[in-house]
């Protein structure tokens, strides 16, 4: 059985998915554009983008009642390799201890222009 979760604290889905879903113990978490639910604006800058991205995750979680601890897999796409370094900046601050598993990629072009979107899957 699968559950939908989803945040007001976070950007609603921009077609015809779900923020996450939960099933068999596990959340999986769409890719997380870096827009600011309360505005609707998205940031400027990898470092400020994967951090709005990491704060939607973190609102989509704590809806299903896990932490950013519960993630095991995390999958980035960047719009471009060169924003590596300042996305891992801002990524490594958001966990403590182990790190989930993880896989960075460059992709052509991302929804609505962004630079930074990431996806997760979590326990519990």
């Known amino acids: 059985m699968k559950k939908v979760i989803c945040s007001s604290k976070a ?61 095991v897999k995390t999958t980035v796409f960047l719009a471009d390799m060169s924003l590596f370094a300042d996305m891992n900046k801002v990524y490594a601050t958001y966990f403590e201890g182990d790190y989930p598993a993880r896989s960075a990629v460059a992709v052509k072009e991302l929804p609505k222009g962004a630079l930074v979107e990431i996806e997760c899957i979590a326990v519990r």
């Open 11 to 71: 950007p609603g889905a921009i077609g015809p998915y779900s923020q996450a879903i939960e099933a068999g113990g596990m959340v999986f978490v769409s890719g997380q554009l870096p827009i600011d639910a309360a505005t609707g604006l998205m940031a400027e800058g990898a470092e400020a983008q994967a951090r709005q991205s990491l704060e939607n995750i973190k609102m989509i979680l704590a809806e299903a009642g896990l932490t950013m601890a519960s993630i």
